[in-house]
């Protein structure tokens, strides 16, 4: 192995050592309550050291989503490519696809779902955001490439493919929030599964023909 490539090995393990460190983090207090310093005491570095691998807290943050978008997108092709189910399987295949995501890290799946849709964005560096930009349209492509196959076979009604999917991600990710909010007045009130297998069902049944 050489000078270059040990180099780069250490420094991808220092990024990881600090995302762990930083999820750690997130969890316990917030992202709004933790800081850079929060993140490097949990990584027993130096805020220094912290900020030479991610510019500002927003960045860190949008780091931890590129994992699970990067997951999404292999579940999403795995069932793309399972030729035994019919068309109208796949809606139950990426209903199960997306819990498995969610199953996989729920923390950062909300924390994705909140990046979405908040002001982050704007802080990224153009490489991360490109990174993320590129992930969340190559999985969204995959669920519209099953919408529209389902559409030329006439199972599913003749909307366009795109808006279909984005219907689905949609109605997955507004109940991941707001399940997520009530158990914040109740902890211990937690209907996310029994309540995503309805809009599943009901979104199934609104598409089929």
Known sequence: MGIHERK???KERRRQQIMVAAKRVFSVSGFSKSTMEDIAREAELSPGTIYLYFKNKD???ASLSVRILQYLSIRLKHVIENKDLQPEQ???ALKQAMLDVYDFDPLIVINLFQLQSSETLKNLTPEL?????????SSLEAMANIFKMGVKRGVFIDRHPFALADTLWALFSGIILWEESKKIINENKDY???TLDLAFEVFS???AR
């Open 8 to 10: 780069e090995r250490e």
């Open 59 to 61: 960045e860190l943050y």
């Open 90 to 92: 796949y809606i139950g």
């Open 129 to 137: 955001l490109e990174e993320i930009v590129e992930l969340s349209r």
């Open 192 to 194: 996310l599964k029994p």
């Open 205 to 207: 049944r609104g598409i």
